[in-house]
């Protein structure tokens, strides 16, 4: 079973999953990165352009899933590095850091509790969000155009490429079609006619979405809220 919270790290979510039973599972792009938990170890989960696959590994992980653009100041690595990647968390800090950090993670009264704990005492001795990122999070996914959020924000293309890339994972291009995504499968579980999604979400028209859906989620758009 899979239940999440908000976090007492500002924009964050925690997160537990028991699987019921053992199998592949997937996991859709979002725009986050993701602190994991498994098994006593620690592991980041990077960004995602498409679809990750589980490989079906048992046993109960938790995760803290920090809103997007802000887990590379606090684990110290740009986005881009990580994209569509699963590490061990000792690959990116020192190994005896990282042992005595999953030690204190291990002893909480549960995994997700450390793991936003950890979270709080590295962002208290980081440097602050960015709050353009969070204005460019915040437009792109309301729908506007990658050029007119770069024209607003006093941003030159290249330049909120740069910092979408190291923040992200990806240019600015690709977190609007992920955001975007996100926005018309919640209509579309909520009950909205496949047409009528794609038209508040700004797609050319349905089979645009449904190619969408398909290169990044991986399942034709039924299929997947089935699912």
């Keep these: 079973m899979y239940v999440e919270r908000a976090s007492r790290l500002?924009?964050?979510v925690v997160w537990t999953n028991a699987p019921e039973r053992d199998g592949a599972g997937r996991v859709l792009p979002d725009g986050c990165m993701d602190l994991l938990w498994h098994e006593g170890r620690l592991l980041v989960a990077g960004p995602d352009?498409?679809?990750?696959?589980?490989?079906?590994e048992g046993g109960a992980w938790s995760g803290l899933r920090f809103y997007p653009g802000t887990a590379p100041a606090l684990?110290?690595?740009?986005?881009?590095?990580l994209r569509d990647r699963r590490v061990e968390l000792a690959d990116l800090w020192p190994a005896s850091e990282v042992r005595r950090l999953a030690a204190r993670v291990n002893a909480a009264p549960d995994p997700a509790s450390?793991?936003?704990?950890l979270a709080l005492r590295q962002a208290a001795g980081a440097d602050?969000?960015?709050?353009?990122?969070?204005?460019?999070?915040t437009a792109l996914g309301q729908g506007r155009p990658v050029g007119a959020t770069a024209d607003e924000l006093g941003l030159g293309a290249r330049q909120l490429h740069r910092r979408s890339l190291t923040a992200f994972g990806y240019g600015p291009?690709?977190?609007?079609?992920?955001?975007?995504l996100r926005r018309a499968l919640a209509l579309a579980r909520d009950g909205m006619p496949f047409a009528a999604t794609a038209a508040r979400?700004?797609?050319?028209?349905?089979?645009?979405?449904?190619?969408?859906?398909?290169?990044?989620a991986g399942l034709p758009l039924g299929k997947l809220l089935d699912g």
């Design 201 to 216: 979400c700004g797609y050319a028209d349905q089979a645009h979405l449904a190619r969408d859906v398909r290169e990044l």
């Design 10 to 12: 500002a924009g964050a």
């Design 75 to 81: 684990l110290g690595v740009p986005a881009h590095e």
């Design 128 to 137: 602050p969000p960015d709050p353009v990122l969070r204005q460019v999070v």
């Design 173 to 180: 291009k690709t977190l609007a079609r992920i955001l975007r």
């Design 114 to 117: 450390g793991l936003e704990d």
């Design 49 to 56: 352009t498409h679809a990750h696959l589980t490989d079906g």
